[in-house]
């Protein structure tokens, strides 16, 4: 994949560069700023852009403003957002905008990097990653989700993460069967109807999301 970087932290920066190009990717543009990312990408026309959330002259969330007007541009740019704290409201804002290609990880929680790989992979192939994390903040914030059990909110924590039926299964130590009849009542009571596709797993997500 051509990549471009925005990452203020110079260490950050080059390692994300030298990771990538050692996992065979070409890094094609990696900057400090919100300004100058939204002419790379212009410029390179990237596969995968990777965003830091806090970025010059004032790190709040120019590159959440960066990833909107890039996202204005072209609803289909595959945008992974990294963030250094869980900011539910700006992931709710960014997941729900254009048609997929998009992901929220927690810099934290990147520790495997075959895992972040593999999400670098899903965005840019027009999937949706979320960090779990965020979504039980977002969760847990919500009355609704006193319609969903202790486990249905577990099951959808771990479908954000894009993980398939047999790996919740594993990570919840349950049958298949059992995810997949938690599944069914998350859609259910979500209004979804009960047919497993990838885009309701999806929508799942981001219905509660957009609350």
């Given amino acids: 994949m051509r990549i471009v970087i925005a990452e ?80 539910g409201r700006a992931a709710a804002d960014l997941l729900t905008t254009g048609d997929g290609g998009i992901g929220y990880l927690l810099k934290d929680r990147v520790g495997d990097m075959d895992e972040f790989l593999r999400a670098l992979e899903t965005v840019a192939a027009g999937g949706e990653i979320i960090d779990p994390e965020v979504v039980r903040k977002l969760l847990r914030r919500r009355s609704s989700l006193d319609e969903l059990t202790p486990r249905e909110s577990e099951v959808l924590a771990l479908m954000a993460e894009g993980k398939t039926n047999t790996a919740i299964a594993k ?41």
Avoid: C, W
Avoid at 17 to 37: F, I, P, Q
Avoid at 191 to 203: E, F, I, P, Q, S
């Fill in 171 to 211: 990570e919840l130590v349950i049958t298949d069967a059992a995810v997949a009849k938690h599944i069914n009542r998350i859609f259910a009571k979500l209004n979804l109807g009960t047919d497993d596709t990838a885009h309701k797993r999806v929508h799942a997500v981001l219905t509660y999301l957009r609350q």
């Fill in 8 to 87: 203020d932290a110079a260490l950050l920066r080059e390692g994300l560069t030298r990771l990538l190009t050692t996992a065979g990717h070409e890094v094609v543009a990696a900057v400090s700023d919100g300004d100058t990312l939204l002419d790379a990408v212009r410029t390179h026309r990237p596969d995968l852009t990777v965003i830091d959330v806090r970025m010059p002259p004032t790190h709040t969330d120019e590159g959440i403003r960066a990833a909107h007007a890039l996202r204005l541009l072209n609803p289909a740019e595959p945008i992974l957002v990294l963030s250094q704290i869980v900011s």
